[in-house]
């Protein structure tokens, strides 16, 4: 499996979770790392991304001020820090690897190659 979640999270609302993905990507460095989630029957939506390049991260307007993402190269990892969280982020949650430089593919699903198996976020009132 090229990218491993880590297990799923249940916090309050207001609190923080952060949510881990490690990739057996042979060139993980070279990956473009996307973030997005899917609420109970809702269509899957961009959380954010950060590109290979170490350039501007980019994120949803939903999320922004509260999410940040991360990466260690050195460990083929990429992480979500989730902060102020609220009810309506209850969701799951998937990492993804592409490649390219076009944000406008970057933003979508069909931008990313590889995929986590979803990891469940619930936010509780």
């Known amino acids: 499996v090229p990218l491993q979640a880590s297990e799923r999270g249940l916090v309050q609302a207001g609190g923080s979770l952060r949510h881990s993905c490690a990739a057996s990507?042979?060139?993980?460095?070279?990956?473009?790392m996307g973030w997005f989630r899917q609420a109970p029957g809702k269509d899957r939506e961009f959380v954010g991304y950060?590109?290979?390049?170490?350039?501007?991260?980019r994120y949803a307007d939903s999320v922004k001020g509260r999410f940040a993402i991360s990466r260690d190269n050195a460990k083929n990892t990429v992480s979500l820090q989730m902060n102020s969280l609220k009810p309506e982020d209850t969701a799951v949650y998937y990492c993804a690897a592409g490649q390219g430089v076009d944000h406008a593919r970057l933003v979508r699903s069909d931008g990313y190659y590889y995929w986590g198996q979803g990891t469940l976020v619930t936010v509780s009132s």
């Open positions: 990507l042979r060139t993980f460095s070279g990956y473009n």
């Open positions: 950060m590109p290979s390049s170490g350039g501007l991260t």
